[in-house]
């Protein structure tokens, strides 16, 4: 029990400090960011990925972060780092609170974290895309209390995958259309359309999947 109750605390600890970063370390001047990428090539990439990551372990904004990402590096490279920067946020958060905070959570939530175990046992992908598209928990709260529920690693890595989508590919369109958005929304192949062709599709693509799981949960039960 004293172990357990000590990895809450080194939790605890780590967001406590994620939240003093987030509040107190600026950010970069965009064109600082982007001579230092163009000197630092693939590796500069890999590491504004791991970088916002981090920063996502703790309180930070994902859609500011993916705005500037759209600034700095333009649509298609700032969709692939944000969307890898998100996962290796989001597998973070998880692995933390699922190793550090668990066994605590189960201890003093007792049957009420049960019974959310029980209601996502058998839908934790669709229950993690659905969350993750939809705006309903800040993306690093929904990360932490997905690790301290029973939520199977594979489920909830593949609903984040997919999930993240979506509201990414919108908000590194925006940054990467900031300079001329107005002359870009009016051409087809302008990041921004493409960014909300991209989110209506993929947010209507859960939605009929998270409808079609509902209905043959429905239809098992009946």
Sequence with gaps: MRTSWVRAGALLAVLAAGTVVALTVELPDV??????????????????????GALLVGPVPRS??????????????????????????????????????????VRLAGPKLAAVDRAVAGRGFVAVL?????????????????GLSAVPLGAYAAGTALGLVPGTV?????????????????????????AVVVAVALVASGVVLFRRRRRGSVAEAG
Excluded: N
């Design 64 to 105: 500011a972060l993916c705005v500037l990402l759209g600034v700095v590096l333009g649509f298609w490279t700032g969709v692939g780092v944000a969307l890898a920067g998100g996962m290796v946020g989001a597998l973070a958060a998880f692995g933390l609170s699922r190793w550090l905070g668990r066994e605590t959570a």
């Design 170 to 194: 919108l908000q590194v369109g925006v940054g990467a259309s900031v300079p001329g958005l107005s002359a870009w929304a009016a051409r087809a192949g302008s990041p921004l359309v493409l």
């Design 130 to 146: 659905v969350a993750r598209v939809l705006p309903v928990m800040p993306f690093s709260v929904l990360s932490h209390a997905a």
């Design 31 to 52: 064109d600082a960011v982007r001579r230092w990428v163009a000197g630092a090539g693939a590796a500069g990439l890999v590491l504004l990925a791991l970088a916002k």
